[in-house]
């Protein structure tokens, strides 16, 4: 027993010998960010469009994009967010069906009760819910099964 206690002494006096804080390698400042990245977050602003619709579409989106998500930031559980999939329903499908689609959506969203139970999920654990799953052609519906993890 007494050995053991010996050999215990020994062995955290040798790691402090051994592993030294040097006189040249000194505490140095670390730039630490507290930040979650944001890399769905790469918003266009611009008014860039063909047509009148297109352009409705953008100044909705851009409008949503100031007053609402810039300021809740990232809380939307669904990939991709609301704004998005807005402008993607109405660029697959017209302005109409897309802000249906985009309501539809947005109620979806506030409904906090067995979700998990409902939609397909991406890696970083938010919901998974294309346009392409609500389509009212059902030839080019996409239907993916909830609990599997998509790769988007």
Do not use: I, Q, T
């Given at each position: 027993m007494i050995k053991a206690v010996y050999i215990f002494i020994f062995i955290n006096l040798l790691a402090g010998i051994a592993f030294p804080q040097t006189d040249w390698v000194k505490w140095g400042k670390a730039d630490i960010k507290y930040e979650k990245p944001d890399n769905f977050r790469h918003r266009d602003y611009s008014f860039e469009s063909e047509?009148?619709?297109?352009?409705?579409v953008k100044s909705a989106a851009n409008a949503y994009w100031y007053f609402?998500?810039?300021l809740d930031g990232d809380n939307c559980p669904f990939r991709p967010s609301c704004s998005a999939f807005f402008v993607e329903a109405s660029k697959e499908t017209n302005i109409v069906q897309g802000a249906l689609m985009f309501f539809d959506r947005f109620t979806r969203d506030?409904?906090?009760?067995?979700?998990?139970?409902?939609?397909?999920?991406?890696?970083?654990g938010h919901y998974y819910d294309p346009v392409a799953m609500y389509k009212l052609d059902k030839n080019e519906i996409n239907y993916i099964p909830p609990g599997v993890v998509v790769n988007k």
């Open positions: 047509n009148v619709s297109g352009l409705v609402f998500s810039e506030f409904n906090l009760y067995k979700r998990y139970k409902r939609y397909p999920r991406v890696k970083d």
